[in-house]
């Protein structure tokens, strides 16, 4: 069992940047795959990111493709997004999420998720 713990949300204008973190417990963190999510008012929980085990196998949603980008440290048992150029429609909550095998891009791929951390940006 891994549990995830987001960081680095905040308010932001249109264009700045951000870089959220995902803290996992556990010695086993790097047998997972991890990914974001991330979820708007009134709309399905979507999927923005995904990196595989090793750090190397990396999965990135065509709406964000270019200007986000996940990577991982297995010693620091760490996930993070790096978010460029933010738009007003990248406001949403942001979940980390930590699945056994591969990469997925449906929320029923993976079994554990963080709380949640909120990115608002203003126009």
């Known amino acids: 069992q891994v549990q995830l713990v987001e960081s680095g949300g905040g308010l932001v204008q249109a264009g700045e940047s951000l870089r959220l973190s995902c803290a996992a417990s556990?010695?086993?963190?790097?047998?997972?795959?991890m990914g974001w999510f991330r979820q708007a008012p009134g709309k399905e929980r979507e999927f923005v990111a995904g990196i595989d085990r090793s750090g190397y196998g990396i999965s990135i949603a065509d709406s964000v493709k270019g200007r986000l980008t996940i990577s991982r440290d297995n010693v620091r048992n760490t996930v993070h997004l790096q978010m460029n150029s933010l738009k007003p429609e990248d406001a949403a909550v942001y979940y980390c999420?930590?699945?056994?095998?591969?990469?997925?891009?449906?929320?029923?791929?993976?079994?554990?998720w963080g709380q949640g951390t909120r990115v608002t940006v203003s126009s």
């Open positions: 556990g010695r086993t963190f790097s047998s997972y795959a």
């Open positions: 999420a930590a699945a056994l095998g591969y990469i997925g891009v449906t929320t029923e791929d993976y079994a554990y």
